[in-house]
C-alpha cells in the first residue's frame, strides 16, 4: 500500500470523530510504527449511555481486513461520520482487542495494521 | 468487557463457496436467457456487431445485436470477471456483488467482450509499475470500465487506417485504465462517500478531459439515442422472477426470517457500508430483490420501457443493494425525480430520464446519512444536473449519473451538514 502513512492517520481521525461525537473529553492516540505493522493504541472517555454505539463499533472493529478493498475505500476514512464508518477502520486493520469500561465510562482500543 | 481478535466468516451462513455459486449462476442465468432468444449463429453475428459498435451512451445492445446476443455478452462478462474474482481468491462481499452487476447492467448497453480488457489492462499496467499485487485495485478496474466505450469509438467510430486505429483505441484504454487507480482515491472524499457510483465520478472528470482533448483535435461525437422497444411484458417478467427467486432463497436461507433487514435498512448506506460483510449474504439477497422489484414497479408505473438500458438500471440498483441502498434510502431519491417529471420541461417517459430515475438512486446515502426529504431534494436536483453534464464526456463514461451524483452530493453535503451541525447545537 502506497499510501500506508495517510491510512494510519485517517484511522486515527475516524476513531477520533467517532468518540467526539459520543461527547469524549480526552482521546489519547498512540502509534507505533516497525517493519512489520503499525500498532495503534486509542484510549478515551464518552458521555451518556453508550453501551449500544459501542457493542456496534466493536462489530464493525472486528470486520476482517479486506486488502482489495483499500485502494477503493481507504481516502474515505475520517470523513463525515454516519457511524457505519468504523466499518473501514475494520477491514483497514489485522488485529483488534477492545476493552469497554461501562461504569468508568471508558474504552481502550488495541490496533495493529501489518505493512 | 474484552474482546479480541476478527471476526470469522466460516462462520457465515453462506460462505464464499456459496457466494461464488451465486455470482456464476447469475451469468449462467443470463447466457441460458439469450440463448434461448435466438439461434448461435445469430447470436455470434449480434456479439460481433456489438464488440464493433461505438457504444457511448445511450446505445441498447438489444437493438444493436440482438437480445439474444446482448443476454450472453452480458452474462459471459458475469462468467469473466467472477472468474477473475476466483482466481485470485477474492473474498465475495457486497462490493464484489456490486461490481459484478453493474458490469452484468452496462454489458447490456455499453460494455463488450472486447472493451472492456484495456481498461483493466491499464489498472494492471499502474499496479505493476508500482510493484503492487493488481488484486489490490482489482475494484477499481471492474468499475473503471465505465470508460470502455472510448476503446470501441476509436478502434471503430473514427477514419483512420485500422492498424492505427486499433492501436490508438487500446492505448487510449490502456491509458484511461492507468490514470484512474490514484484519481478514484483522491476524488472520492469530494462527495464524501455519498454518490455510490464514485467511479463514475472519476471516469466523468477522466471522460470530460479526453474529450476536450479529442474535441479541440477536431474529433467530433454525435449524440446519439439507440433504444429497443416491445419486449416489456417477457423483460419485465425475466426481472420479477429473479427478484422473487432473490427474496425467496434468501428467506430460506436466513432461517425464513427477515432478521438483518431492519438493522441493515437503519444504515446510511454512505460508501463503503458492505452489507454481506456487515449483515451477512442471505439479508443481503432479500434487500437485492426487494429493491430490484421497487425498480420494476416504478417502470411499469411511469409506463417505461423495458431494454438493455433500463434493464441495466435495474441490475446496478439490485448489485448496489448489497452495497448501501435500501428501500428506505432509493425511495425518496425516486421521487425527487418523479417530482422533477411534475414541474420540469420533460416527460417521465423520455428515455434519459427513465434512466435518471433508476439511476439517481446512487444519491440514496443523502436520504439514509440525513432525513428523507433530503433524498427528494437530491433527486429533484439530480434529474436536471444529469441531463447536461453528459455532454462534457460525449457520452464516453458510461456511469453518467454518478458523474452527476458527484457533483450534486459535492454541493448538497458540506450545506447539509451544516444545517446538520446548528441543529445539534
Known sequence: MRDERFVVSRIVSELMTFFFAMNAHTFQAHV???????????????????????????????????????????????????????????????????????????????????? | MVLNGKLDFKKALVGDGGRFFFLFSFGTLLCIFGMTRDSMPVILSG?????????????????????????????????????????????????SIAAVFIVSGFALFGKNLLNVWFILGGVWLYAKVHGEPFFQYVYIAFFGTSLAPIVSQIMFGIDLPVVVRIALGAAAGLGAGFVLPPLA????????????????????????????????????????????????????????????????????????????????????????????????????????????????????????DFNGPTIGGIFTIMGFSAMGKTPRTIVPVMLGTVLGGLTKTWSLTDPVVQLTALFSTTLAPIAGGFVWWAGVIAGYVHSSVVLYVGVLHSGFNLYNNGFAGGLVAAVLVPLLEAFRRRSQR
Not at chain 1, 470486520?63 to 475505500?73: G, H, Q, V, W
Not at chain 1, 464508518?85 to 465510562?105: C, P
Request: aromatic share 8%; with cysteine; hydrophobic share 45%.
Open chain 1, 32 to 115: 507505533v510504527k516497525n517493519e512489520k505493522q503499525h500498532a495503534i493504541t486509542i484510549e478515551s472517555d464518552y458521555e451518556g449511555d453508550q453501551d449500544n454505539k459501542i457493542r456496534e463499533m466493536t462489530r464493525l472493529l472486528r470486520m476482517p481486513r479486506a486488502r482489495e478493498m483499500e485502494n477503493y475505500s481507504w481516502s474515505l476514512s475520517g470523513d463525515i461520520s454516519t457511524g457505519q464508518e468504523i466499518y473501514l477502520v475494520g477491514i483497514l486493520t489485522d488485529t483488534v482487542s477492545v476493552e469497554h469500561d461501562g461504569e468508568a465510562k471508558t474504552v481502550r482500543i488495541v490496533l495493529t495494521r501489518e505493512l
Open chain 2, 47 to 95: 456479439l460481433w456487431r456489438i464488440a464493433a459498435e461505438p457504444d457511448y451512451l445511450v446505445t441498447d445492445y438489444i437493438e444493436v445485436g440482438g437480445m439474444g446476443a446482448a443476454f450472453v455478452n452480458s452474462g459471459l462478462l458475469v462468467l469473466l470477471f467472477t472468474g477473475i474474482l476466483a482466481l485470485m481468491k477474492v473474498r465475495v462481499r457486497g462490493i
Open chain 2, 185 to 304: 482515491a483522491a476524488l472520492l472524499p469530494v462527495h464524501h462517500g455519498f454518490n455510490l457510483y464514485n467511479m463514475g465520478f472519476t471516469s466523468g472528470m477522466v471522460g470530460t478531459i479526453t474529450v476536450s482533448l479529442f474535441k479541440s483535435h477536431g474529433f467530433v461525437v454525435e449524440r446519439r439515442m439507440i433504444w429497443s422497444t416491445g419486449n416489456d411484458t417477457l423483460l419485465a417478467s425475466l426481472l420479477v422472477v429473479l427478484c422473487v427467486s432473490l427474496i425467496t432463497v434468501g428467506f430460506r436461507l436466513n432461517g425464513r426470517s427477515a432478521a438483518g433487514l431492519s438493522p441493515m435498512w437503519r444504515q446510511s448506506g454512505k460508501l463503503i457500508a458492505d452489507f454481506v460483510d456487515m449483515f451477512d449474504f442471505p439479508p443481503t439477497m432479500m434487500n437485492m430483490g426487494l429493491n430490484g422489484l421497487i425498480g420494476i414497479a416504478y417502470l411499469l408505473l411511469a409506463r417505461c
